[in-house]
């Protein structure tokens, strides 16, 4: 048999291991298969060759550079819940989501409490208990409609209704008073008197009317390159806001005028005023505010409750004492919605000033947490928006309105807790009042359409579109052959 000990030979790419496999399996089979015996051996060997020759593979690496692969953080660990908040705030939408949901969230809860605290006041007055809150309520169904309208109007019809808007609201504020025709309202003569029970007070619109005007002059005036020349920076912006703040101040509005000084600030911060310019103007608007403050009895006993513990003499602070009273009896979650003590005629205002009190006494803790939450959420989505817009008017009527609804929140929260003097305006979409709601939610939907208008959330906001969605897949999907399924 030297063919076949020939052909079980190993060959040069063989191994000694593939070599003695094939001697040892080779003569069974050719004693089997007679002469014709050389047809199964080839396979077999090619078999067994193919087992011999495989060698182990390298390990392969679980890391991208070679070495072993991190271990990964537990899914419901602290870092990766961070990392994924992080996305969620980064989004392209988070700033309109935030401006919406807060917007809507704090005008309902705050139907809810004046509900809750004016219940008692209606019925001093010999009105039925929903009377206040058939108010409040018609008027934020209006506000809704503007909302929904301000954030639908493009930045270009915004800044067109600048104008008549601040002429309408000093033509109003200068009706106020007209003897005869201005009302006056806990000794404030700022209110027209429109028929039946509904009220007017203009310089709520006057906030709004600054915001929209002083924007759209300080982005004109950017457009021309003038913000850099101080006279361009203050004219006709500060003469204009001294303007109303004098009109205001003849009825004796302290508080509005406070919101409104604020807001030309603002506007001249986000304008880029120069420290010694913006010191200068602030310097000088502190001096007119210590004169007045001076000059008044009933603003210096405000000024002097500012911690007070007790009533006083005179009960000169029992409104601010009282306030603390319900906020310190509401305890942690409070003494459940509608079981306030202090609005059964021991706290004064509690539907409009201080319905943040009653809020503490009926949700505790919790409830005044959570609205604190809300306004600081729809104050980061403010500052977002201005702070990521290319467009000069975007970002200053954006500015002017995050200012404007913050520092009143904090002005009349302040007061609530003892810790500013009381002014007398009311929390933003939140205390009763259709005077200072519309304006209010009219300015969350400049929020909201300036939110829309960024760039990737339009972009994002198209997609959730259906139709653009369907469109959009089947022009990524490719066309497959007729006989192909």
């Known amino acids: 048999m030297p063919a076949e000990e020939s052909s079980a030979r190993p060959r040069g790419g063989r191994s000694r291991a593939t070599a003695a496999i094939s001697r040892a399996i080779a003569p069974p089979l050719l004693a089997g298969a007679g002469a014709g015996a050389t047809a199964p051996f080839g396979p077999v060997l090619r078999v067994r060759s193919a087992v011999g020759s495989r060698r182990p593979s390298a390990p392969r690496s679980k890391g991208r ?48 409490m004046v509900y809750s605290a004016s219940m008692i006041k209606a019925l001093e007055l010999d009105k039925p208990g929903t009377y206040f809150f058939r108010k409040q309520f018609l008027a934020a169904v209006i506000g809704a409609g503007l909302m929904a309208l301000a954030a639908r109007m493009p930045a270009k019809l915004h800044r067109a209704f600048a104008y008549p808007l601040l002429m ?34 203009p310089s709520e619109f006057g906030k709004l009317a600054l915001v929209l005007w002083g924007a759209d002059l300080l982005a004109r005036k950017q457009d021309k390159r003038l913000l850099t020349q101080w006279k361009h920076l203050l004219v006709p912006l500060v003469p204009v806001a001294f303007m109303l703040l004098g009109l205001i101040m003849l009825g004796g509005d302290m508080g509005t005028a406070i919101i409104l000084t604020a807001i030309l600030f603002g506007l001249l911060w986000l304008a880029g005023a120069p420290t010694r310019l913006f010191g200068g103007v602030l310097g000088f608007a502190a001096l007119i505010a210590f004169v007045l403050i001076k000059t008044s009895p009933n603003r210096m006993s405000r000024l002097a409750c500012i911690g007070a513990s007790e009533p006083g003499p005179g009960d000169s602070c029992w409104q601010a004492v009282h306030g603390i009273y319900a906020l310190a009896s509401g305890g942690w979650f409070g003494s459940g919605l509608g079981a306030s003590v202090e609005k059964w005629g021991q706290l004064p205002e509690p539907h409009t000033d201080f319905i943040f009190a009653i809020t503490g ?84 939907g400049l929020l909201i359409a300036f939110a829309r208008e960024d760039p990737a959330a339009k972009a994002a906001l198209a997609m959730r579109r259906p139709g653009v969605r369907w469109k959009t897949m089947r022009r990524r999907v490719k066309k497959r052959p007729s006989g192909e399924r």
């Open 65 to 112: 550079t070679g070495g072993s692969r991190a271990p990964r953080s537990p899914r419901g660990s602290l870092r990766g819940m961070y990392e994924r908040v992080r996305r969620a705030w980064d989004r392209p939408l988070t700033a309109y989501y935030l401006i919406l949901g807060a917007g809507l969230l704090i005008t309902v809860l705050g139907l809810v």
């Open 168 to 201: 309408g609201t000093v033509f109003l504020m200068v009706l106020v008073q007209v003897p005869g025709i201005g009302m006056s309202v806990n000794g404030n003569q700022n209110w027209l008197y429109l028929g039946g029970p509904f009220q007017l007070q």
């Open 361 to 444: 006494e009926e949700l505790g803790l919790a409830g005044t947490l959570s609205v604190l939450a809300l306004f600081a959420a729809l104050g980061y989505a403010g500052i977002r928006v201005a702070g990521r817009t290319e467009d000069p008017f975007v970002r200053y009527a954006a500015g002017g309105v995050t200012t404007w609804i913050t520092v009143q929140a904090v002005i009349n929260i302040g007061a609530v807790l003892g810790l500013l003097p009381i002014a007398g305006v009311p929390l933003p979409l939140f205390s009763y009042g259709g005077s200072a709601l519309l304006p209010t939610m009219f300015a969350v």
